[in-house]
């Protein structure tokens, strides 16, 4: 069997340029496409909502646009919790709270209904990459006025070169790989 960490490298791979000129974007379709692989990293994230011993400790999962969704929707069936899924702008058709902020290259605005959450759901954020964490750092504020808690972050991969974990210095943050 190979380790979680052959499985990330061999499963994600750069792109160039994209999608635009300067930077290099992970692609993790490589890892999807990889059944075991793929229930690795699921086991894995489902992990950080689980107590010491193996009991759940979150009552939803939160996946952000787009490839957050493909992570933490497989997690939350592990968990036995709810999915709440983190929208770009005009996605989601009921009322919403939205949180904007700059991205690496560029600015968005991301959406969560709100009524996504109880107030007190204990929650689990998954999304794919941290890069500058304006992404991140919107989605738990979006949680927050929800007045549900933030008890974990994990992402499959973070990017140290760029300021994400620095941004989001105080909360719970953990990556399956760093490169």
């Known amino acids: 069997m190979r380790t ?43 992990a950080f909502g689980r107590d010491d011993d193996g009991n759940p400790v979150v009552d939803k999962v939160v996946g952000i646009e787009a490839r957050g969704f493909i992570l933490a929707a497989p997690v939350a069936l592990a968990l036995g919790a709810g999915f709440v899924p983190v929208r770009k702008k005009g996605k989601l058709p009921a009322a919403t709270y939205e949180e904007s902020y700059a991205l690496e290259y560029g600015e968005a605005t991301i959406e969560v209904h709100q009524d996504a959450f109880t107030p007190g759901d204990r929650v689990l954020v998954i999304d794919d990459v941290l890069a500058t964490g304006g992404t991140v750092e919107a989605c738990l504020r ?22 994400g974990r620095k941004r989001l210095a105080g909360e719970q943050l953990r990556a399956l790989m760093t490169v």
């Open 142 to 163: 979006l949680i927050r006025r929800c007045k549900a808690e933030v008890v974990d972050t994990a992402v499959l991969l973070e990017l140290s070169f760029l300021p």
């Open 4 to 46: 979680l960490e052959q499985v990330l490298a061999d499963g994600i791979r750069d792109i160039p340029d994209y999608p635009q000129q300067g930077v290099m974007f992970k692609d993790i379709t490589p890892l999807l496409a990889d059944h075991s692989g793929f229930a690795q990293v699921v086991d894995a994230l489902a």
